[in-house]
């Protein structure tokens, strides 16, 4: 597509239960990132792939989220036993290569409640 | 990895004046990338600037880089109330690094 796609764009879950949040990177693109933002506060870094290498997932807050990039494509965050803290939007970025812009998708708002 | 320090936290002008942003940094850098966020959605690359590179213009937009003082400014001129919106700096270490932000900057043009 022309550019990042995520989905949804909104979701409502109850706390305990767990969520997959997805984004489709531009094609070709070989670098993924995930981000999150509270209201009002800078972007908190979650987890970055760089094509073949190993994810770098140091920013992930806890053992309850996990994300997987497949086929260097189609990437998708994954929250287990979601907690109000967890309440956030969550964006995704895609870049060609070191030395390129990022170009980010819409993110997707979590509410958990 | 390391992320950008904007500031000033938030800046109000008046329609037509221009803004200035600044950005510093800790260790050495690749690039710095500036961006944009209207509404808390999606950020928007506004321009990338080198290490090798001392300034760089796109349209209105103006960015400096020194990497004698780790530090880059974001000038836009002649503002207009549509820049309303959040700016971030991005120091990108290089290869294989994280891209990181800060809490960006708070630019509020008045019609």
């Known amino acids: 597509g022309a550019g990042v796609s995520q989905s949804p764009s909104n979701k409502v879950t109850e706390k305990g239960k767990d969520v997959e949040l997805r984004c489709d990177p531009i094609?070709?693109?070989?670098?993924l990132y995930w981000y999150r933002q509270s209201l009002g506060q800078g972007l908190e870094f979650l987890i970055y792939?760089?094509?073949?290498?190993?994810?770098?997932k140091s920013g992930l807050p806890s053992d309850r989220f996990s994300a997987e990039r497949t086929g260097g494509s189609v990437s998708t965050l994954t929250i287990q036993r979601t907690q109000q803290e967890d309440s956030a939007v969550y964006l995704c970025?895609?870049?060609?290569?070191?030395?390129?812009?990022?170009?980010f998708g819409s993110g997707t708002r979590l509410t958990v409640v | 990895s390391q992320q950008g320090e904007e500031d000033p936290q938030a800046l109000s002008i008046q329609e037509g004046e221009n803004a200035t942003m600044n950005c510093s940094y800790k260790?050495?850098?690749?690039?710095l990338q500036w961006y944009r966020q209207n509404s808390g959605r999606g950020l928007v690359h506004l321009i990338l600037?080198?290490?090798?590179?001392r300034e760089k213009h796109s349209g209105r937009l103006r960015v400096t880089l020194d990497t004698s003082k780790k530090s880059s400014s974001l000038l836009i001129t002649a503002s207009r109330a549509a820049d309303t919106a959040s700016y971030f700096c991005?120091?990108?270490?290089?290869?294989?690094?994280?891209?990181?932000f800060g809490k960006g900057i708070t630019l509020s043009v008045r019609p």
């Open positions: 094609s070709g693109h070989t670098a």
């Open positions: 260790t050495s850098i690749n690039n």
């Open positions: 991005a120091p990108h270490p290089g290869a294989n690094s994280k891209l990181t």
């Open positions: 792939f760089q094509g073949n290498s190993a994810p770098d």
């Open positions: 970025a895609s870049s060609l290569a070191e030395g390129f812009g990022y170009t």
């Open positions: 600037i080198r290490s090798n590179e």
